[in-house]
């Protein structure tokens, strides 16, 4: 079945110390184009995020975004740098005793100097956190999927009554060529009676041979049966599970090509007409398929 790609997805995960949001939004593109933004401190996980991505969307551009909340206050280890405390405590001595500054060197006062107590978070366990990120990932790109799937169905629905119209173009063009050649032979024997004295006499055989090349030249039989032959093969593509955007380009540039041969073929004005009538409808199908998978 076809799969838009237009769709958006939210999901969301919660334990004791992490709460994980994800927001999944695509739109069209000619290849997969896929954009994360992650909290720093777990960007190691980009690569198992872009890999699973890819598991879900085969084509357009996606717009994933992860939201990260701590529910537990912050683990971390406080250590002091010993030697260093003293080597500012020193320097703070001698520039109270040369300076004659009178001023007592406080804790608080040293523990304000770069490096002398470090704060280290711990880190927490990449597999607790890529467990829980996992379920809100996957939730919102099953919503995506599902969004896609549901527009997707809509448009090959559109798409199919498109080309039942088409066909219905071509079946009426098909008999109107039937009639082309008969229509071209009344014309061509009444100009040559206008331009004819009463006593010369016409020259069948030479009327049938004109026809005939005609004929030969107008034919628009091997086109018509291309035609329906990609009209065919592209109303059962769009109901494949599979990647199907650009084969259906690629049929309705094949369904065009044969439309023009036609129409530059064709002297009859209502062949003419159902040309352009069917050149519309392929245009509006051409549209559609822009945002298929």
């Known amino acids: 079945m076809a799969i838009s790609m237009t769709g958006f997805g939210r999901g969301e995960n919660k334990t004791d110390k992490f709460y994980f949001t994800v927001e999944t939004k695509t739109i069209n593109h000619k290849y997969t184009d896929i954009n994360i933004k992650l909290p720093r401190k777990i960007s190691f996980l980009e690569d198992k995020i872009r890999i699973m991505v890819k598991d879900y969307v085969k084509r357009g551009r996606v717009d994933l975004f992860v939201k990260m909340e701590f529910l537990k206050e912050a683990d971390v280890n406080l250590t002091l740098d010993l030697s260093l405390a003293k080597e500012y405590y020193n320097v703070l001595n001698q520039i109270k005793t040369q300076l004659n500054v009178h001023d007592d060197i406080s804790v608080l006062a040293i523990s304000k100097f770069q490096d002398v107590i470090k704060v280290q978070e711990n880190q927490s366990d990449e597999d607790e956190i890529w467990e829980v990120l996992h379920y809100a990932l996957k939730e919102s790109l ?30 009426e063009i098909e008999k109107c060529s039937y009639n082309v050649v008969v229509e071209y032979k009344e014309k061509l024997k009444n100009r040559i009676k206008e331009l004819m004295d009463d006593d010369l006499t016409l020259d069948e055989n030479r009327l049938s041979q004109e026809v005939a090349i005609f004929a030969d030249k107008s034919s628009i039989t091997e086109e018509i049966v291309r035609f329906k032959s ?60 822009q945002n298929i998978e």
């Not at 099953?142 to 629905?157: F, H, I, Y």
């Not at 090509?257 to 352009?276: D, F, P, W, Y």
């Open 142 to 171: 099953e919503k995506l999927v599902e969004m896609r799937t549901l527009e997707g169905k809509k448009l090959a629905n559109d798409i199919e009554d498109r080309c039942n119209l088409i066909k219905n173009y071509i079946d």
């Open 230 to 289: 990609h009209i065919n093969q592209m109303m059962k593509t769009i109901h494949k599970n599979d990647v199907i955007g650009k084969k259906i380009d690629f049929l309705i540039q094949e369904i065009n090509r044969e439309v023009n041969t036609i129409g530059s073929k064709s002297s009859n004005l209502r062949i003419t007409e159902l040309v352009v009538e069917i050149k519309s409808e392929l245009e509006k199908i051409r549209e559609q398929i």
